[in-house]
């Protein structure tokens, strides 16, 4: 088969989802990351969407990180998405409430205010509510199986839980036990910390520093670390 080739961003989590089925299936497959504050007249060419992450196989652009995810579940052996069409079909259903949390997150770190930021935060953490009610406390969303659902919420969770080092109360080990070891089973995948740049904490922290809104207003600067206070 063609070797894919998966275009990124050091700091997109929804390319990362593609990196972690690419690495979980032991796929042979180069990567370029892009500045997307700046971006390659190649690329802007190639994405409709003018988005990350894009998969080129031979002269085929597929875009979208949920469709490369389905192909590249399609194309190669060790299957992720479930037989049973009905638990397939709800699959789906909860990597689509994966990408609504993922960008309530998003909206989270650019919350202007102490007051939205609050707002948002108690939104996802509804959202959290509504997770917690269809897991069944095994190690992975399906049971004991890794699939394209984990590979989704993945990255969402690290990236969370960079978020919780600077504010901390979004995994309550009380009000969702099962989200806990769900995210801690995830974020020990070897699939998971190969999807990423060594770096991506600190770039993130890095990132969020140069926002404007509530989030820096948590992150203080001293002696060249970062000291993290909690609104908690």
């Not at 998966?6 to 990362?16: H, R, V």
């Not at 409709?48 to 652009?61: A, E, H, R």
């Not at 509804?126 to 004991?144: A, C, H, R, S, W």
Request: one cysteine or more; proline letters at 5%; aromatic letters at 12%.
């Amino acid at each position: 088969m063609i070797k894919p080739k998966l275009i990124s961003f050091k700091l997109c989590p929804f390319a990362q989802r593609a990196a972690i089925v690419l690495n979980h299936k032991r796929v042979e497959y180069d990567i370029e990351y892009i500045d997307l504050a700046s971006p390659p007249a190649w690329f802007t060419k190639l994405s409709p969407l003018k988005k990350v992450p894009i998969l080129l196989v031979g002269d085929n652009v597929i875009f979208d990180s949920v469709v490369i995810n389905e192909y590249l579940d399609e194309a190669y052996p060790n299957q992720l998405h479930p037989q049973d069409i009905i638990v397939r079909a709800m699959n789906r259903c909860w990597i689509e409430f994966g990408n609504d949390c993922m960008w309530s997150m998003y909206h989270l770190s650019m919350a202007e205010t102490e007051a939205k930021y609050n707002v948002i935060r108690e939104i996802l953490v509804n959202k959290f509510d509504q997770i917690e009610k269809v897991l069944i406390g095994t190690p992975y969303f399906n049971g004991k199986a890794f699939s394209l659902v984990d590979a989704s919420y993945a990255p969402f969770f690290q990236y969370l839980a960079y978020l919780d080092e600077i504010s901390s109360g979004f995994f309550d080990t009380f009000r969702h036990p099962k989200i806990n070891i769900w995210k801690s089973n995830l974020l020990k995948l070897e699939s998971v910390k190969r999807s990423c740049v060594t770096e991506v904490g600190q770039l993130y922290r890095e990132q969020l520093q140069k926002r404007q809104g509530y989030i820096p207003t948590l992150l203080v600067i001293s002696h060249g670390q970062d000291i993290v206070k909690s609104n908690y």
